[in-house]
């Protein structure tokens, strides 16, 4: 052993070392040292405890200080903590802590994670008995002796290490894991510090396992803690390693946003905390709550607002698309209008035309301006005998006026009373003869021809004459 120290007081007892003070002779300074036989050293795992310490370097992670050996033993020495483990502390208060006093210490073991997380440790047996106290009533993270340094982030590893019932489900199903398993235990530990112990309970460890397989845990009926706390001990009491929250997510959680203290009183390793201290955290917790809860409702207003906006857009460009479409549809409706009166217009002119033709004595005068004197047309009924009447005989002589151009055409039903209708107009009438024009009307069609024969004429014609020479 070393000249340096005097051993003092036995700390603890492990499986393979014992835990005592060590006084620097020089200064009196207090350390522990923890004391492997040479032969337990080599066998067990704290060489990687050693080789981790030596490595870390964070406020709430035990402080390696140096380690030696002599002909039986091998020594470990770490600053020394006297107020000892969180384990201790929730026995002394008989698990009653409060929930300021709980977020104090969570939040410290949540940044001891995240910190070893970044260096690719798995620590594999949180709780709190790894927790130890130091003067300032700041904890540290001990216990790294079934600690994993993996080669990369992303490694897996196997292996059925800790304590029984703060171990992850998928570490007890011989899996492979990493860092979440830590998060789980950090769950328990949570659980642990509001209710004295873990939610995972058994006779055997068969049973305990069987339990954390399946997630099969309740909280007790009649429990002090707020739901924002027992939601983040739901979120990582989750089998699914996929549905989990990370170490980051539980640093994010509600939970660790407000109503945390700043300092512990060293009191409170008796007793609790005095009624100032709980008020103004309360406080605190429930001032933030509030703004939260303000906050959200801010934001729900404003969604509901855009949401609004945006009905108020879509029913604008409904309201304009229909516009145009009145619009376009009045435009089409006055067209239409339009059309109609055309239409009224040349039924007007149509119907005053049949007047016209259905009077006898505006037929007469008609005949008049086309030079066809009294006694011509007397002479063409004795030749050929028709009625000048409404078109209800078989034959008619319709006289009708269009664009200042005067025609008249005769209806027959019979055509065989009309063969001599050639000679009637080129023999007794030879000034319209001249014109050569003739139109006979077949069907819905209107044919013209130069000369007017009697083959022509079919059953139900219509024969126009036009008095006036025409271009075409």
């Known amino acids: 052993m070393s000249q340096k120290y005097e051993i003092g007081d036995l700390i603890e007892i492990g499986s393979f070392s014992e835990v005592y003070k060590f006084i620097n002779k020089k200064n009196s300074y207090i350390s522990a040292g923890k004391i492997f036989s040479l032969e337990n050293y080599k066998k067990s795992s704290y060489i990687i405890e050693e080789n981790i310490l030596k490595f870390v370097n964070h406020p709430n992670i035990i402080k390696y200080k140096e380690s030696f050996s002599d002909d039986k033993n091998h020594y470990i020495i770490t600053d020394y903590y006297p107020n000892g483990n969180l384990k201790n502390l929730c026995k002394n208060r008989e698990n009653k802590l409060t929930e300021p006093e709980i977020k104090y210490y969570v939040s410290q073991m949540v940044s001891a994670l995240i910190y070893l997380k970044k260096n690719n440790i798995v620590h594999r047996d949180i709780k709190p008995h790894h927790f130890v106290i130091s003067d300032d009533m700041k904890i540290k993270l001990c216990g790294f002796h079934v600690a994993k340094q993996l080669e990369f982030e992303k490694e897996k590893i196997k292996g059925n290490s800790g304590t029984a019932s703060y171990k992850a489900p998928e570490l007890v199903s011989n899996e492979y894991y990493s860092f979440e398993v830590d998060v789980w235990s950090l769950g328990i530990t949570i659980f642990s510090l509001f209710f004295g112990s873990s939610p995972f309970v058994g006779k055997t460890k068969e049973e305990i396992y069987e339990k954390i397989k399946f997630g099969k845990y309740s909280f007790p009926k009649e429990c002090d803690i707020s739901p924002i706390a027992k939601d983040l001990i739901k979120r990582i009491l989750i089998t699914d ?97 339009n059309k109609n009166k055309e239409l009224i217009v040349k039924s007007k002119e149509i119907e005053e035309i049949k007047n016209n033709a259905s009077n006898k004595d505006n037929i007469m005068n008609l005949m008049n301006k086309l030079l066809l004197k009294e006694e011509e047309i007397q002479e063409m009924k004795s030749r050929y005998p028709f009625e000048i009447l409404k078109g209800e005989k078989l034959m008619s002589l319709i006289f009708i006026s269009n664009n200042q151009e005067i025609h008249y055409s005769i209806i027959c039903k019979d055509s065989d009373k009309f063969t001599n209708v050639e000679n009637l107009l080129y023999d007794e009438y030879p000034k319209y003869g001249e014109s050569e024009n003739f139109f006979i009307s077949e069907g819905n069609k209107i044919n013209k021809y130069k000369t007017l024969k009697e083959n022509n004429l079919k059953n139900g014609s219509i024969v126009m004459l036009f008095p006036m020479n025409e271009e075409d």
């Open 241 to 337: 390693t996929s549905r989990r929250l990370t170490i980051e997510e539980v640093y994010s959680h509600e939970f660790l946003k407000f109503g945390i203290p700043k300092t512990m009183p060293l009191s409170t390793l008796k007793k609790d905390p005095p009624i100032e201290f709980i008020i103004e955290y309360s406080q605190e917790k429930s001032i933030k709550e509030n703004t939260k809860e303000n906050i959200e409702e801010i934001t729900n207003l404003k969604k509901k607002l855009e949401n609004v906006n945006n009905l108020l857009l879509k029913e604008k460009k409904i309201s304009q698309l229909l516009s145009d479409k009145v619009k376009l549809l009045e435009g089409q409706l006055k067209e239409e209008k």
